[in-house]
């Protein structure tokens, strides 16, 4: 079934240390454009997350979000600065021996100077950290294929029914294009009797004028290639994926053709049923932009 380029999913991991949380959404474009936000900590990871992310879109301009929380299970560690801590302690005891003061500074005191204690943040596992954004991307990404599989669906039938549509309307131009001639005839018949009475027109000259109104007016070829055209697209509704700049050209073509009829044009209805073509395939072309 056909993927729609609109599409959403969230996933989530975790393990004692850390929960990564992701969501991937997308919309149409021309091509894959991926943007990818994260938090420092995780920009390391940056390329391999957007090879991943090219297993569940081809194109659209599709959003990752990625959030980590730290649950705080000993990221942190306390260093203590022995350099710092006796640096301190030389300068009180030399300015008790400048000013003659006695000199009482204990472990607790020492320990609330600036840089005596200071905390660093231990290195992550990569290979997990890793290992977690893979899952919660997974996770993700069925979501997000499901949600597109969803929405392709939808654009499926609906654009099914608009070709059944469009078949309907060359149903009804082949229906009236032979009135159309026949009615040129009688007109041609009337306009004679009335300018010259009972004369009789030469039958060759009718016959002649007949042939060449009806090549001009003649769409049979543009609607050859219409039914063409929507059996292709139809066919190509089935495949599986990348089908979208395939239908758009499909839907140009047509498009082409609803335009021929329409300058063929030379009766009312046929005009409506033209104008009637080039707005479902509007419509379709419309719909195809969301197709993957």
Known sequence: MIQSMTGFGRGE?????????????????????????????????????????????TRGKVDLFIYLEDLGNGSEA??????????????????AKDFQLEA????????????????EEEEPDEDMLLSLITDALQNAGEKFKASRSAEGNTLYYD??????NIGHVIDEIEKR?????????????????ELLGDTKIDETVLATELIIY???????????????????????????????????????????????????????????????????IEKIREQIQNIE
């Open 159 to 164: 654009i099914e029914a608009k070709l059944d």
């Open 78 to 95: 306390i260093c203590y600065n022995a350099d710092v801590a006796s640096s301190y302690l030389r300068g009180l005891q030399q300015i």
């Open 13 to 57: 991991a975790a393990n004692d240390k850390y929960k990564i949380t992701l969501e991937m959404k997308s919309v149409n474009h021309r091509f894959l454009d991926i943007s990818i936000r994260l938090p420092r900590k995780l920009n390391f990871f940056e390329a391999a997350i957007r090879k991943e992310v090219k297993k569940y879109a």
């Open 214 to 280: 009806s090549d001009k007016i003649c769409v049979d070829e543009e609607m050859v290639r219409l039914r063409s055209h929507i059996t292709h697209m139809k066919d190509t509704l089935q495949e599986q994926e990348n089908i979208g700049r395939k239908l758009d050209f499909l839907a140009q073509e047509m498009n082409r053709e609803a335009n021929t009829i329409l300058s063929k044009a030379n009766d009312v209805e046929v005009s409506n049923y033209g104008i009637e073509l080039k707005t479902e």
């Open 177 to 193: 294009s032979p009135q159309i001639v026949e009615e040129y005839r009688q007109k041609l018949m009337d306009k004679v009797h």
């Open 104 to 119: 009482r500074v204990d472990a607790i005191q020492l320990s609330h100077y600036p840089d005596v204690f200071t905390t």
